[in-house]
């Protein structure tokens, strides 16, 4: 499996303001995804970062409010903007390995984020 | 949209003992279906796959068995250990749209010695 790594792991923000959440894999990879975990939920996907395009969002996730950044095949950027409490939760990026029967996703730390 | 059921979604058990987790999915174009585990704190661990080609699984203590036609999937754990105790979750996938995953509610297991 690739090494992961994402900064921040945590940061407490203040709401109206933006958080730019960085992932770093240690190989090129073909997929990149970024999740939500609210507290003691289950993980809700935000989009898929495609490298050289815009990112695909899910329903209920727009671009305005979460803006992604995939500029090569190592790493990827998602912004929080203009906070609320309500954006207090987990971020994780994941990334699925290229091609092939072999579709596993792997996950990053994590960042916690809390808004006040 | 692809929508995925899992229960229970709080699991005791006694040291030694079997754990089972079922999910359910609706996507009939789903076929592969991984489970994670997630520690206390800690990022999401993928501990077994199956995918749709297979119908049951092995590794260790942990199994997946997989009933395409009823779209229903379970993970089992054999011989309970504490360090089990963890929250899995169950998902499924669609290589061919992206690889994207839809994830259950999770299943909150406590093994108590």
């Known amino acids: 499996s690739a090494v992961i790594s994402q900064k921040p792991s945590r940061d407490i923000c203040q709401r109206g303001t933006s958080l730019t959440i960085q992932c770093q894999v240690d190989s090129q990879v073909t997929m990149m995804f970024w999740y939500r975990q609210q507290p003691g939920q289950s993980l809700t996907l935000i989009a898929t970062?495609?490298?050289?395009?815009?990112?695909?969002?899910e329903s209920g996730f727009v671009i305005d409010k979460f803006p992604i950044s995939r500029p090569n095949l190592t790493f990827s950027t998602l912004t929080v903007s203009n906070m609320s409490p309500e954006d207090s939760s987990i971020y994780l990026c994941?990334?699925?390995?290229?091609?092939?029967?072999?579709?596993?996703?792997?996950f990053g730390p994590g960042t916690r984020l809390t808004v006040l | 949209g692809e929508n995925v059921e899992q229960h229970p979604s709080t699991l005791s058990v006694q040291e030694g003992d079997s754990a089972v987790i079922k999910c359910t999915y609706s996507d009939s174009a789903s076929n592969y279906f991984p489970w994670y585990k997630q520690e206390l704190g800690k990022r999401p661990q993928l501990i077994i796959d199956i995918r749709s080609n297979v119908g049951e699984k092995k590794d260790q203590r942990i199994a997946v068995t997989l009933n395409k036609t009823a779209k229903h999937f379970s993970l089992h754990i054999t011989e309970t250990q504490p360090e089990d105790s963890a929250v899995y979750f169950c998902a499924e996938g669609v290589p061919a749209a992206g690889n994207k995953l839809t994830f259950g509610g999770g299943t909150r297991v406590l093994v108590k010695p």
């Open positions: 994941s990334t699925g390995l290229a091609g092939g029967p072999d579709n596993e996703q792997f």
């Open positions: 970062a495609n490298q050289g395009s815009e990112a695909t969002y």
